[in-house]
């Protein structure tokens, strides 16, 4: 797994966000379309791609991408 195609794939699945414009660093929690709809694409992502199931606790836990990207590779 890398850090960039989970990104890619973070940005595919949420509405409205340009490709190419976060990074592992990105804060996503942030981001002006961050919200409960971005919450639910990101868990269907997160197990569409990866067969990771996580909670929407520990996705809030998460503050960057790449905390989200190694909590992920941690379930797998």
């Given at each position: ?25 990105s ?24 067969n ?12 960057t991408l ?11």
């Open positions: 797994m890398d850090i960039n195609k989970f990104v890619r794939n973070f940005e595919d699945a949420i509405d409205n966000v340009d490709e190419n414009t976060l990074s592992g660093e804060k996503f929690q942030e981001i002006a379309e961050w919200d409960s709809l971005a919450l639910l694409s990101t868990l269907a992502m997160l197990d569409s791609e990866y990771v199931s996580l909670s929407g606790e520990e996705i809030k836990s998460c503050s790449q905390q989200l990207f190694d909590l992920t590779i941690s379930k797998k």
